[in-house]
Each structure stands twice: as C-alpha cells, then as structure tokens.
C-alpha cells in the first residue's frame, strides 16, 4: 500500500487543521492506521491509530481530547482532526499502515508515507 499524507500549514494557536492520508490500492480496509510525528531533534512520536473497521483508537497522551482520528474506507482515507493546536504540535505528521498489527509502536508499522509540516504559531 501506497500512502499520502497532506493537509499541513500554518495555523495560530488555538486553532484547527484536518490531516488526511490517501492510500492506494483496493485492500485499504484490511490496514491499520497510524499518525505520527516528528519534530526538530525529537524522536518519531505517536499521535493516534484507528483499526481496520474503525471501530477501535488509540490516542499518545499529549494529543488525547484534542485530536480525533477517523476513517472513510470507500475513499481509501484516513483523516486526523487536530484542534486547540499548540505551539508543541509543530513537528512533520506521517501516516503509517500495517495488516497486522493495530499499535502506537513505530516499528509495528510496515507501510509509512511521506509527511505533511504542521507549524503552529504562538
């Protein structure tokens, strides 16, 4: 599988950005889904995981309350919600698939796309 993410840029604090992931090929439902980031000098950081149906989420700790994450399996897509953004937000945010593993682990995930900058303002 093929993954894309997009919808980054530049938003205050405070604010609100939609990330999404397209994936290629037909079999999208049978993945897993993840969201991570990494800032400057910072190690990959989980952010939120939905299972193949959707029926099932995982939230890191820093983002829980303030982010969502759903799926739309007909659109071979993934979606992140992101609101009250803070500055600590900033970083570069990847989507990762796997058919097996349904995790926050980096190294659960076997399929990763290119990322997309979130810059959040102060």
């Known amino acids: 599988v093929q993954l894309q993410a997009s919808g980054g840029g530049l938003v205050q604090a405070g604010g609100s950005l939609r990330l999404s992931c397209a994936a290629s090929?037909?079999?999208?439902?049978?993945?897993?889904m993840g969201w991570f980031r990494q800032a400057p000098g910072k190690e990959r950081e989980f952010v939120a995981a939905i299972n193949w149906s959707g029926g099932s989420t995982l939230f890191g700790d820093s983002v829980k309350g303030r982010f969502t994450i759903s799926r739309d399996n007909a659109k071979n897509t993934v979606y992140l919600q992101m609101n009250s953004l803070k500055p600590e937000d900033t970083a570069v945010y990847c989507c990762a698939a796997d058919d097996v593993r349904f995790s926050s682990k980096v190294n659960d995930y076997s399929y990763w796309g290119q990322g997309t900058q979130v810059t959040v303002s102060s």
């Open positions: 090929g037909r079999t999208f439902s049978r993945y897993h």
